[in-house]
């Protein structure tokens, strides 16, 4: 005090100060620090007698990801019905375990048993033919393979879901299936396609796939393979055409396998503390707010303090009355009204994700294609919720598909089926988006080709002068310029025919 200034004057200049309060706020926010630490560690404990007890089967599911499979005999094509039937399967096993096997002309373990549904599904969405080097359709390794997969000391509680078009006649594969069925294993099949069978695209360049002899490659459904596999699996064929149907069918047949109970720890319920601990670190940091650092006018700062909180508060709640109000209104078609109220809401609060994802849904509503996707885009920006961001994604698209804007149509699905691959109405207004630009594309190119035909034929006519016609090809010189062309062919097909022979050996079929 003396180096600040004269003593005494300095101790009136600092006679409301108090060192003790100073340092009681100080250990309040030291408490709180420490309580918000213990809080983010999520302490927790498990609830007594928590290990979930499951009642199930195991069932092993072999899906073809052959290029066969992409064939669009059923739209859009047989590998992304038969992934359609699987996940309505998933949802339907309840407690049973899960395990998912994929092949071509090797199998792999794509995915081991177990009672993760999620997972099982975020396995089924990734597999393509990618996965598999080897083309073509070997049932009996997929089968050994699921069969490698249960544990093998039990007689029962087992079962095999068999998806493929069942394009090459394994014969090695009914046999293992009657040894499976001796050993407890019930086989279920179910048929992708048609047994008509379509010409098959080459996925890489557009064209129809050839074989070795240049015929065209058609593929087609071998229900007959199917079934008798089926028959001696003890189990049901089924026909690819509803989902739904086909899914309840292999439920009600997988219901009459006896189950066994199993604990998991996986699903285990935990008490969590972190709750505690953050209570009582708002309440420290609550105190230390209304707490003064001096002896007087102390009581001023603490009820600014308490007014701007209740005030956040009160703000906060007229905003969620107005989004009330206004989802009210939208459900009774009043756009407009539902339009005002979100937009009351969001002047009082204006990073309510809420409220800007309602506007662009009534904006839509109203015909104000604009203006709806700018909310989404201001919904896209501020929400952290992934499900709102993946609804504003999804719905952005639907209002650019509407104003015919296809390449920004088409991102906005792309970016909401990358939040969820699982979202069946996204991939499928994105594959519809996608055609409808194809389409469009080639309208504009027989346009184009066209117009540029059409200016070719006007130039030719300008430039034609009359002239004399020129004389016709006498019989014996056209015969004798067929000769040649024959002769030339003739030359050309030997030549193939030796760079075949010299040729190395390649796989007979990749498909």
């Not at 003593?7 to 100080?26: G, W």
Request: glycine share 4%; charged share 30%; with cysteine.
């Amino acid at each position: 005090m003396k180096r600040i200034g004269d003593e005494h004057l300095v101790k009136q200049l600092i006679s409301n100060y108090s060192p003790k309060l100073f340092a009681f706020k100080f250990i309040l926010v030291v408490i709180a620090v420490a309580l918000s630490a213990f809080a983010l560690a999520d302490l927790s404990k498990p609830e007594p007698n928590s290990n979930i007890k499951l009642k199930g089967i195991d069932v092993m599911i072999a899906l073809d990801v052959s290029n066969s499979m992409l064939a669009d005999d059923i739209k859009p094509n047989r590998l992304e019905r038969a992934k359609q039937v699987v996940s309505r399967l998933i949802d339907k096993l309840g407690d049973n375990r899960i395990g998912l096997v994929i092949f071509a002309g090797k199998a792999y373990l794509q995915m081991p048993l177990t009672i993760d549904h999620g997972a099982a599904k975020m396995y089924l969405s990734s597999a393509s033919p990618d996965d598999v080097p080897t083309q073509g359709t070997v049932i009996s390794d997929a089968l050994k393979m699921c069969y490698s997969s249960f544990n093998t000391q039990e007689k029962k509680y087992r079962s095999v879901i068999l998806i493929t078009d069942g394009e090459d006649h394994d014969e090695e594969a009914i046999s293992i299936t009657k040894k499976m069925a001796d050993a407890g294993v019930i086989t279920n099949t179910i048929g992708i396609g048609s047994s008509q069978g379509i010409m098959l695209k080459d996925p890489k360049t557009g064209d129809y796939k050839k074989d070795e002899d240049g015929n065209p490659v058609v593929t087609s459904l071998n229900e007959d393979e199917l079934k008798q596999i089926a028959q001696s699996g003890q189990g049901i064929y089924q026909h690819m055409t509803n989902a739904d149907e086909v899914a309840d069918n292999i439920e009600r047949k997988l219901s009459g396998v006896e189950e066994k109970g199993t604990a998991t720890n996986s699903l285990t319920v935990y008490k969590h503390y972190f709750w505690i601990f953050l209570l009582a670190a708002f309440i420290f940091l609550l105190i230390d707010a209304v707490t003064p650092e001096v002896r007087r006018r102390a009581k001023i700062p603490a009820l600014l303090i308490l007014f701007l909180l209740f005030s956040s508060l009160g703000y906060s709640q007229d905003a969620n009355k107005d989004i009330v109000q206004g989802n009210e209104a939208y459900k009774k078609n009043d756009y407009n009204t539902a339009t005002n109220s979100y937009k009351n809401a969001l002047n009082k609060s204006s990073q309510n994700q809420i409220a800007t994802y309602n506007l662009g849904n009534a904006l839509y509503k109203n015909e104000k294609g604009d203006e709806a996707i700018n909310s989404f885009d201001n919904t896209i920006r501020n929400s952290t919720d992934k499900v709102i961001k993946q609804k504003a994604y999804y719905n952005k698209g639907v209002a650019f598909q509407k104003q015919n804007k296809l390449p920004e149509c088409i991102t906005a699905y792309k970016n909401a089926l990358k939040i969820d691959p699982n979202d069946e109405d996204a991939r499928q207004n994105l594959e519809r988006a996608l055609k409808q630009q194809q389409q469009q594309q080639k309208k504009n190119d027989d346009q184009q080709k066209k117009d540029q035909n059409q200016d070719k034929k006007d130039q030719d006519q300008k430039k034609q002068e009359p002239q004399q016609q020129k004389p016709k090809m006498s019989k014996e010189d056209a015969e004798e310029k067929l000769k040649t062309l024959m002769e030339q062919e003739k030359n050309l097909q030997d030549k193939l025919r030796k760079v075949r022979a010299t040729a190395p050996n390649k796989p007979k079929k990749d498909w």
